[in-house]
């Protein structure tokens, strides 16, 4: 199969502004660091996860007490990973990525057939999605495919949404923002198939959650419970911000992110204003000076709160692509720089074998349940590689606009 590229696969070579002469100049000074650092990281992470997989299938999580914790297929952030290394070997061309990712991507397949969760869109489009882009490989369209098949037994027609957790009795039909991540498995699904019941779910999935999930200052609660007989809104609370009416920084980053995509597949402007209300929100609320929010933009004890360097890599990705669509691409483009920037200073970006071989630090799982709190998380790190990548082919496109126009 063709190798397709990450430009081409986001659209990006729709909107060239003439705003990036002066991050061209950068590229090779902050970002390529950036790059040598994650491809250091990663190749040691792999090596790692080698070792431990010898008569298992684990992927690397986060660190626990000093050392790296080790999660199996079921859990949530499966595909990170490997996900992390297709991009690696995407932005370095360095093939024993390639052969690593594929290795921990095919370790995944059972889950092509797993009911029990919202999340497979995450554990096997950041897998599988970047494999078929890069490097198909017989039979993994079709795994993807099951797997978006698996995510569409959780809608209810009824409620008009997918089903996040099965966590009864505590909620009967919840569904977090989160869930806005998942829809990209089932447009592609549709795109792969030419079968629109995948992308009809999704535009319905996202249309519900624009109507229930967002406060009139656009910012959004994380957990909105239904009544699976009726639909009926139950409750619109938290589950890992500070409060429910909170903006918990993941979340925001979530929606912005899950937005941007549909309207890449729809072509819907009602997506892509969604998209920069969010944006707008999140600009206007972030108060600190690097651009790395604090777990929850409401937390209590700001300044005193842990940073998220994950919901500051979502946003950053998210905002790029934003940035090759949106009138207002330019604010956009030079938020997400800015992010990209603060993530790849001393201050957020491991040092060469450091950080137990992840490449960021001071992300927050959950912090009301006291996991994961300041420390390396592999979404993290994936959405990084992702930013870093999408901002790379944009500095390339528009320099190849700025030689053509000499
Ligand atoms: N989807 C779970 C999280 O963002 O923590």
Redesign the pocket.
């Known amino acids: 199969m063709k190798r397709k590229t990450f430009a081409s696969a986001l659209g990006l070579t729709l909107f060239l502004s003439s705003f990036a002469p002066v991050s061209a100049k950068n590229l090779t000074i902050w970002s390529q660091k950036a790059i040598d650092r994650a491809k250091f990281q990663l190749t040691a992470m792999a090596k790692t996860t080698d070792k431990q997989n010898l008569d298992s299938a684990v992927f690397p999580r986060t660190v626990k007490d000093n050392k790296i914790k080790f999660v199996g297929i079921y859990d ?1 952030t499966s595909g990170f990973f490997p996900g992390s290394l297709w991009y690696a070997y995407e932005l370095t061309g360095d093939k024993a990525l390639a052969k690593e990712a594929r290795k921990l991507t095919t370790k995944l397949s059972p889950l092509q057939y797993y009911k029990g969760i919202h ?1 497979v869109g995450f554990m096997m489009f950041c897998s599988y999605g970047n494999a078929i882009r890069l490097a198909s490989a017989k039979g993994d369209t079709e795994v993807l495919v099951n797997t978006a098949k698996s995510l569409t037994s959780r809608f209810n027609p009824k409620v008009g949404l997918i089903k996040s957790w099965d966590h009864e009795p505590a909620w009967k039909f919840p569904v ?1 923002i ?1 869930n806005m991540m998942n829809l990209e498995l089932l447009f592609e699904a549709s795109k792969m198939t030419g079968d629109n019941s995948y992308k009809n779910i999704a535009i319905i999935h996202a249309d519900n959650t624009m109507k229930n999930h967002f406060r009139p200052d656009m910012s959004t609660y994380h957990l909105v419970s239904y009544d699976p007989e009726t639909g009926e809104v139950l409750t619109k609370e938290t589950h ?1 911000g500070y409060s429910n009416s909170s903006a918990w920084a ?1 979340g925001q980053a ?1 929606g912005l992110y899950g937005y941007t995509v549909c309207y890449r597949y729809t072509n819907d402007k009602k997506y892509l204003e969604w998209a920069e209300k969010i944006a707008n929100y999140i600009i206007a609320n972030v108060k600190t000076e690097d651009k790395i929010p604090y777990w929850d933009y409401n937390a209590p004890k700001i300044p005193n709160e842990p940073r998220d360097a994950s919901a500051a890599a979502v946003t950053a990705s998210a905002l790029l692509e934003l940035s090759q669509k949106s009138a207002s691409g330019a604010k956009y483009f030079s938020y997400a720089e800015k992010i990209l920037k603060s993530l790849s200073s001393d201050k957020y970006l491991a040092k060469k074998g450091e950080n137990n071989d992840f490449i960021l630090m001071h992300s927050v ?2 912090f009301p349940h006291n996991s994961e709190v300041d420390v390396p998380l592999n979404y993290a790190d994936y959405y990084y590689m992702e930013g870093l990548k999408k901002y790379t082919d944009i500095i390339k496109l528009n320099k190849t606009k700025l030689s053509t126009n000499k």
């Open positions: 949530w999340d977090i989160d890992q993941r979530w799982g959950s």
